[in-house]
């Protein structure tokens, strides 16, 4: 009986006593705001060894102290959904308040690769979910040309679906996050050769990232993946549902509630636009020819920067790159999107091209703070730093049992932290001129070294680590 009051003294004694300890790094004079307890608290935040070491009401001593007076402190955001896995991505991503990354969409082709080009040079933590439609692509014709493989057009053969369901777990067995898929991409994958891939998903408790087939009149795409997941227990996140959903955003938000209340096991996710971004050669566009003028003007090609008519359409279409499309559906459904309690923010942060990409890539989570938080009042802040923190920590904890100490603000905890200006905090880059960095990120923490301070890089420091599921060398499923 006496656990619990020794619980919480234990917990008002960190809060209140000042310590002789010197800490590596002292955040000072902040509002501390975890998601995870509710706590919103003026407190003194001590790091070492990478951990969160106190939460204290008095100052403390630190070998480095980061001022955050007027300012909120709280768990780094976790990107669920980031193409682009380059140095200079990650330093964009840095200025809008990330301290993890991962490409859990479409996923990578080789995750060995991928884990090992980035280790003890990444500023970010980062993660990958094994490709669906990359793996397609190799076992079907040897080498990967990417989403506008005519691979995907096609249904695999028997023998074909069994060497898939062992290159996905060749991946899975090193430590892959997620499976990825593209649906949308990949019109030649079958309901058997899908139902199958979330079955080998579910025996290594790897979540399904799934970018849904398209349909613009009902949920059938939706109901689809449900059925997936509700037949093999697998878990399953639907990304950008604001995109996919277009027009039919709450239509697909009830359906998704409805899965949740009959047990099946479903997550989705948002960003905060209208307009989405992928590549002009990929088979969403197979259609673009019956395109009004009108809406082939309003697409964007990246690398210029221009809107595009129909020759230019048709070059870029041969050429290959990035493009901004139209604006789809309107600010009131991406509103609708970002407030409801089924989602949460993920970037779906493009590569970079030539230093440009959709701003979504700059700037998704001072945006939200900003014009959805403080200006629209759409969701509270505490709401918000869940969703873009804690809830995708918790998502991917069954895979990465290390995820449980991300995403929080407590003892113990990792010290991926982040410092923001409630007060100013906002995107500040535009379709026409994205590369620009938020305003209002102050500092940011990753793994308890600083990384960015006072709205600058930190140079030659690389404290981001894996984020991995279990690495196992017997070749099999568990």
């Known amino acids: 009986m006496l656990r619990p009051f020794l619980t919480l003294s234990l917990a008002f004694f960190l809060l209140s006593c000042s310590s002789s300890v010197t800490y590596d790094t002292v955040i ?3 509002r501390v705001m975890d998601p995870e307890s509710g706590l919103d608290a003026a407190l003194h ?28 402190v709280t768990a780094g955001f976790i990107d669920l959904h980031r193409h682009g896995h380059s140095p200079e991505n990650y330093r964009a991503q840095i200025h809008d308040g990330i301290t993890s990354t991962l490409e859990l969409e479409i996923g990578v082709e080789d ?7 980035r280790e003890g040079t990444s500023i970010l933590n980062y993660g990958a ?4 439609a990359y793996s397609r692509n190799i076992i079907m014709t040897g080498s990967n040309p990417g989403l506008e493989g005519e691979a995907l057009l096609q249904p695999l053969t028997g023998n074909q679906l069994k060497a898939l369901e062992q290159h996905i777990t060749d991946a899975l067995n090193r430590g892959a996050v997620a499976v990825g898929f593209g649906l949308a991409y990949s019109p030649g994958a079958t309901s058997t050769e899908l139902l199958t891939i979330f079955e080998l998903a579910k025996k290594f408790e790897a979540n399904c990232h799934v970018h849904i087939r398209t349909s613009r009149t009902d949920a059938s795409n939706v109901d689809e993946v449900l059925q997936y997941s509700k037949q093999s227990g697998a878990a399953l996140h639907i990304v950008h549902i604001n995109s996919s959903g277009a027009k039919l955003i709450p239509l697909y938000l009830e359906t998704i509630a409805k899965a949740r209340q009959a047990g099946i096991d479903v997550t989705t996710e948002a960003y905060p636009y209208n307009r989405g ?5 990929s088979h969403l566009f197979d259609d673009w020819e019956t395109y009004s003028d009108e809406k082939i003007g309003q697409h964007i090609f990246v690398e210029t920067g221009e809107n595009l008519n129909r020759k230019s359409f048709a070059h870029y279409r041969e050429k290959g790159g990035l493009l901004i499309t139209q ?19 993920a970037s779906d942060g493009m590569w970079l091209d030539k230093g440009r990409a ?14 959805y938080v403080r200006e629209q009042q759409a969701l509270s802040l505490m709401d918000a730093l869940s969703k873009m923190s804690l809830q995708p920590a918790r998502r991917l904890e069954r895979r990465v049992p290390e995820m449980r100490n991300k995403g929080c603000v407590r003892v113990g905890a990792d010290a991926d932290l982040v410092v923001f200006n409630p007060e100013t905090v906002i995107d500040t880059g535009t379709f026409e001129n ?26 030659g420091v690389f404290p981001g680590r894996a984020i991995r599921g279990a690495i196992k060398e017997n070749g099999t499923a568990p």
């Open 358 to 371: 959709h701003p979504r890539t700059f700037g998704t989570y001072a945006r939200i703070l900003g014009r």
């Open 111 to 117: 995750i060995t690769s991928f884990y090992s080009e």
């Open 434 to 459: 994205p590369a620009q960095h938020p305003e209002g990120i102050r500092h940011v923490l990753v793994n308890g070294a600083a990384v960015l301070i006072e709205s600058e890089i930190v140079k």
């Open 327 to 345: 604006p789809a559906y309107s600010m009131e459904m991406v509103s609708t999107a970002i407030a409801s309690p089924l989602t949460m923010i």
């Open 28 to 30: 000072a004079n902040g």
């Open 277 to 281: 971004s992928t590549f002009i050669e």
């Open 129 to 132: 979910a094994i490709s669906h």
């Open 45 to 72: 935040v001590g790091i070492k060894d990478g951990k969160v070491a106190i939460l204290s009401k008095n100052e403390i001593d630190g070998k480095n102290v980061l001022d955050a007076s007027d300012h909120v």
